[in-house]
């Protein structure tokens, strides 16, 4: 299993741009996030899914969107970037809802500069 | 106010110490997760516990529910161990989809 694989491991992006990161996962995991972590804070959720078809936002869902047309990807979409998204986003993948019962698997993470 | 604070920020140790990190947390909560970031970036999971203790092979993981406290323990610590471990916490009243995290606690072993 190559658990959670996130593409790129690196991007340079000038304002304005946008772009995909990618994520998949090869474990059949139903619940997949995304956060993303800045120097000084703690990880946070940019946006959730519990399943095929099903998002939600989390605690810094603005400028981001998702989509989750299969089980194994979870693509997160910077839709005009902005210097203040700069940062290492990464994706993360449970059997079920994260925390109570069920661990998460993180990716390796990408690390995003927007100029 | 943070809802997880970490103490302490950073740490330094010689090889063979032991090694304590402390979480304490203001919400109620379903389940604790401690989890080690490497150098290089990727984070793995560690522990995942509601009560009592967990042991796995050098780390020990204990939680008080009434205290609102959690410590992760390294005995015989290694220049391997340094990382940043990270606590977080599954509250009862927050969204389904998410984690409170601590900002971390960086951990310098030297040989």
């Known amino acids: 299993n190559a658990g959670v694989t996130q593409t790129p491991k690196f991007q340079v992006l000038k304002t304005g741009q946008s772009m995909t990161l990618q994520c998949a996962q090869d474990m059949n995991h139903e619940y997949m996030s995304w956060y993303r972590q800045d120097p000084g804070m703690g990880l946070r959720l940019i946006h959730y899914?519990?399943?095929?078809?099903?998002?939600d936002q989390g605690e810094v869902p603005n400028g981001y969107n998702v989509s989750r047309s299969t089980t194994e990807d979870f693509p997160l979409r910077l839709l005009s970037a902005a210097p203040s998204q700069t940062s290492v986003y990464f994706c993360a993948s449970s059997q079920g809802l994260a925390g109570t019962y069920n661990e998460q698997f993180f990716g390796p993470g990408t690390r995003l500069t927007v100029l | 106010k943070n809802e997880v604070e970490q103490s302490p920020q950073n740490l330094t140790a010689q090889e063979g110490e032991f090694i304590t990190i402390n979480c304490s947390y203001s919400v109620g909560i379903s389940a604790l997760h401690w989890l080690q970031q490497h150098p290089g970036g990727g984070i793995v999971s560690l522990f995942m516990?509601?009560?009592g203790k967990k042991k796995h092979g050098r780390l020990i993981a204990t939680i008080n529910i009434q205290e609102k406290h959690s410590s992760l323990h390294i005995t015989a610590s290694h220049p391997r161990d340094s990382a940043v471990y990270i606590c977080?916490?599954?509250?009862?009243?927050?969204?389904?989809?998410?984690?409170?995290f601590g900002k971390g606690t960086k951990l310098s072993v030297k040989p």
């Open positions: 899914s519990v399943g095929a078809g099903i998002t």
């Open positions: 977080a916490v599954k509250n009862y009243g927050g969204s389904q989809g998410n984690l409170i």
């Open positions: 516990l509601s009560s």
